[in-house]
T-cell receptor, first 112, second 116 residues
């Protein structure tokens, strides 16, 4: 059964450093998403991506964040200058048009 | 803006018994989707069940079923014959059916413990 994959599973970085989180969505899906979950809190929407551009973004998704689909398979989330409060679990998800979103296993980001 | 509320932060159930997790939501939309996702200790988000608002029939998936009350904006999850592997955090989620807004809005979650 096809699934969303994410790498790395755990990323540790120093405050102020740039990080890139990677995702490989399910191959026939056209919509891609990033969500984050700070430990002990609810899952929050960051951004959605369709047809090579951002279709929606939340207030959390400020200028420090960017997304890219550099090739036909990867979907990345970049945080330019990480802050302590960026420490969270980051989930990638993908879906067909108007269909259920399937989540990857997540990347745990720890900012020191 | 849509909101999703889960009023039970924690629930417990005896193995083989039945438990119901509550969820209410607020929306002005008439067409939307509702979901229950399960998050075990591994923290992966796993889809449990999905309900289309235009369908009157409640969705079922094996031991999992929902009670969807559209007028009351209520969407509860019933787990029958609970198993130890059902222990997890359960999130209720909402998504509009139309327009570009396809983001999921999640509730705060219910931590389910299954007692042997």
């Amino acid at each position: 059964e096809p699934e969303v994959t994410q790498t790395p599973s755990h990323q540790v970085t120093q405050m102020g450093q740039e990080v890139i989180l990677r995702c490989v969505p399910i191959s026939n899906h056209l919509y891609f998403y990033w969500y984050r979950q700070i430990l002990g809190q609810k899952v929050e929407f960051l951004v959605s991506f369709y047809n090579n551009e951002i279709s929606e973004k939340s207030e959390i998704f400020d200028d420090q964040f960017s997304v890219e689909r550099p090739d036909g398979s990867n979907f990345t989330l970049k945080i330019r200058s990480t802050k302590l409060e960026d420490s969270a679990m980051y989930f990638c998800a993908s879906s067909e048009v108007g269909r259920t979103q399937y989540f990857g296993p997540g990347t745990r980001l720890t900012v020191l | 803006a849509q909101t999703v509320t889960q009023s039970q932060p924690e629930m417990s159930v005896q193995e083989a018994e039945t438990v119901t997790l509550s969820c209410t939501y607020d929306t002005s939309e008439s067409d939307y989707y509702l979901f229950w996702y399960k998050q075990p200790p591994s923290r992966q988000m796993i889809l449990v069940i999905r309900q289309e608002a235009y369908k009157q029939q409640n969705a079922t998936e094996n031991r999992f079923s929902v009670n969807f009350q559209k007028a009351a904006k209520s969407f509860s999850l019933k787990i029958s014959d609970s198993q130890l592997g059902d222990a997890a955090m359960y999130f209720c989620a909402y998504r509009r059916a139309s327009g570009s807004a396809r983001q999921l809005t999640f509730g705060s979650g219910t931590q389910l413990t299954v007692l042997p």
